[in-house]
Each structure stands twice: as C-alpha cells, then as structure tokens.
C-alpha cells in the first residue's frame, strides 16, 4: 500500500523559516516532488529528490531520506505570498514511467 | 513555457449527463494525467495515458473513461454522471522518464 503523512496546517511569521515534513511509504520508490498550490490554482513545481540529502533552491530547499521514508520541504524568509498548500508527492514506478501519488497537502499561513 | 490547457475552469452538469473534459498540451508531452481533487483527500489519480491510444487506470477509475487519439490530447468521460463526481479535475502533462508534471488550470465541475 501507499501511506503519506504531512500535517495538516501550519503557521508562521513573514520572514521566518519553517519547515514541513513528509513521511511516506510507497513500493517502488523512485524519487519524491513539492508541489505549491495556491487556493483555487492548479500545482506548480517546487523540487525534486531522487538521492538522498539536502537540495537547495533559493529560499526553498528539500531534504530526503530514502531509507527512514522522510523529507521536508524547508522555507526560509517566509513572504506573504507564501501562503498556500505545500503538497508531498513520492513517485513510483519502472524506468521510463513514473506515477505520483500526492498526499493531502499543508496548508501553511503567513502571517504579517 | 509548458502550457497545459482545459476545455473549462466551470462547468455544471445534471445527474445522468454524459460529460466530456478535454485537456490540451502544447509541448509534445509522451505522457497525460487526469486526477481529482477533493478536500481532505488530496489529488487521486483516475487515468494516465503514456502513448496515443493507451490508458492505464490509476488509483480510482470507476465511473470514467478516457480517450487519447492525439498525442497533445487526454479526454475524461464521465459516461453518467452522479453527484460523488463533483470535484475539482486536474489534467497534468511529462515526458518520457521526466518525473516533474505540469499541471492545467483545473475544471471544477458541479453535479446536480
């Protein structure tokens, strides 16, 4: 089976750092996504771990841990525009293909 | 810019029609998906295509078809439809062996 757990709502202060964790597990691991969706907008990219440790892009950074089944998504100097729903996608699938299966989404708020 | 495009972003139907969702994609994209999004739940996948004419039935296909007779096109069909299938649908578009999907805009459809 497939199980992903990230919570469920956070808060936090514009300028702040905070991070969001993931835990999942999915057979046929091959690399896990972030995606941002704004409310009432589709999912857009913000990275992607296939190796485990931390990959950094500019104020947004993903760390992964292929054998605890754990990642989070690290956001720094938090902005306002910030807010949205932060969703935990493990992939999965033969060389060639790859199946995402998101979970359920943080829902972070910035606050002034 | 990848730009995946949906036939509406609204759209309300009455119990027993047969509705048809399209989905365009302009950058010659091997693989389509269509999901559905509800609150709570996430975003679960119904129906994925990886060539022209081929589907492969993802996590909850029960009462939808798909069509794919041009590769830059993924049609949903929901051949009756019922009240359950109000959602938020979302069509996301990769290529061969590239993990991250683009999504459209998303169609919220209402069944009544």
């Known amino acids: 089976g497939q199980n992903i757990d990230q919570p469920t709502e956070m808060t936090a202060t514009e300028g702040a750092i905070v991070q969001i964790n993931c835990t999942y597990q999915?057979?046929?691991?091959?690399?896990l996504f972030w995606y941002q969706q704004h409310a009432g907008e589709a999912p857009t990219f913000l990275s992607y771990n296939v190796l485990d440790g931390l990959e950094e892009k500019g104020r947004f950074s993903s760390f992964l841990s292929r054998s605890k089944g754990y990642s989070y998504l690290l956001l720094k100097e938090l902005q306002m525009k910030d807010s949205a729903s932060y969703l935990c996608a493990p992939g999965n699938g033969n060389t060639g293909f790859q199946k995402l299966v998101f979970g359920t989404g943080t829902r972070l708020l910035v606050s002034p | 810019d990848v730009k995946v495009t949906q036939s509406s972003r609204y759209l309300v139907k009455r119990t027993g029609e047969k509705v048809f969702l399209e989905c365009v994609q302009d950058m010659d994209h091997e693989n389509m998906f269509w999901y559905r999004q509800d609150p709570g739940l996430g975003l679960r996948l119904i129906y994925f295509s990886y060539d022209v004419k081929m589907k492969e039935k993802g996590d909850i296909p029960e009462g939808y078809s798909v069509s794919r007779e041009k590769k830059e096109r993924f049609s949903l069909i929901l051949e009756s439809a019922s009240t359950n299938q109000t959602s938020m649908y979302l069509c996301a578009s990769n290529t061969r062996g590239a993990g991250e999907q683009y999504f459209g805009p998303g169609t919220r459809l209402t069944v009544t």
């Open positions: 999915t057979s046929g691991f091959n690399g």
